[in-house]
């Protein structure tokens, strides 16, 4: 039995399909199953436990004669801290992992553990403090580890349609990786299903190559036939705009220090080797995925 938390998130969905492909038997953490698709929350080999995965009953629940773990702490815009939507939410977990016996838990984590610029990563350093945490249980843990998702242009549909701009804090000129979910989700699946690894570590997800904004520009105005350009705002815009939209100030903060970061090369530290480099190009993300979005924008 494997359990997945955030069955419905952009990972969750294609682990899920990917596992049961495989005649895996899930248990799936919902906090609303109706999100699940029909043919997923119907399937002989799932069990749903409704609630959030943050829930000391509902993950000691869940965690009851499980093999194996997907952990991913969900977006929490209202989180008063960072510790409070990485760790103190990952608290109850860590401790049913270790009352249960689980055997290992695979989660998503950032790249950027040992160096210099990861104290003053924002939400980078909770995820990774998170990861502490969960090895600390003793459990064997694996951190899937990455840089930004290619995923996360979708959010700028609308203004790649209507404005030909897409905005972002990333320095223009700036190469680096950029990984497809699914590729995340490939990786977290072969973990999972194998029994061979112990004790804790990371698993980088790269990408094919390193792209700048300015890159990923000339890319999507590739795919869409029309010129698209690339705005960098500045981390004062940002928190404004994340702020208006009702997040914390302490997450907006953290999003703002996590972008800083980057720009001063966080996600260059890990070395790109052929183990870390995931397959989905940005051109094949940009068609089969982003080029959709914004026409349905």
């Known amino acids: 039995m494997i359990v997945i ?9 294609v682990l899920v399909d990917d596992l049961l492909a495989r005649g895996t038997r ?24 409704q609630g959030s995965h943050g829930d000391p009953a ?30 103190d939410f990952t ?14 838990v695979v989660g998503i984590s950032a790249l950027g553990r040992g160096t210099a610029l990861v104290e003053r990563a924002g939400l980078v350093a909770a995820s990774l403090a998170m990861g502490d ?6 459990v064997a843990y694996r951190a899937v580890v990455c840089p930004s998702f290619m ?20 320095a223009p000129d700036l190469k680096s990786p950029t990984v497809a979910t699914r590729d995340i989700a490939d990786t977290a699946a072969r973990l999972l299903l194998d029994s061979s690894w112990s004790g804790a570590g990371q698993v980088p997800c790269l990408g094919p190559e390193d792209l700048s904004p300015n890159d990923m520009a000339r890319i999507i105005s590739e795919v869409l036939g029309k010129e ?14 994340l702020t208006g939209f009702g997040m914390t100030d302490a997450m907006a903060q953290g999003m703002v220090d996590m972008f800083d970061a980057k720009n001063q090369g966080l996600d260059l530290a890990e070395p790109r080797t052929a183990e870390s480099t995931t397959p ?13 979005a914004v026409a349905a924008a």
Request: proline share 7%; with cysteine.
């Open 5 to 13: 938390t955030a069955p419905t998130s952009t990972i969750g969905r």
């Open 26 to 49: 899930l248990r799936l953490v919902a906090r609303d199953p109706s999100r699940l698709a029909p043919e997923v929350r119907e399937h002989a080999g799932v069990e749903v436990v």
């Open 58 to 87: 509902v993950i000691d629940q869940a965690c009851a004669g499980a093999e194996a773990v997907f952990w991913l702490a969900p977006d929490d815009p209202s989180a008063p801290s960072l510790e409070a939507a990485y760790a």
């Open 91 to 104: 608290r109850p977990a860590a401790d049913a992992f270790a009352r249960h016996g689980v055997k290992r």
């Open 133 to 138: 945490l969960i090895a600390a249980s003793g």
């Open 151 to 170: 995923h996360n242009l979708l959010n700028h549909a609308t203004a790649i349609k209507e404005k030909g701009m897409f905005f972002m804090m990333s």
């Open 228 to 241: 698209i350009g690339y705005q960098q705002i500045p981390g004062a815009a940002l928190k404004d705009r």
């Open 280 to 292: 989905t190009t940005f051109r094949q993300w940009c068609e089969e995925v982003l080029k959709p």
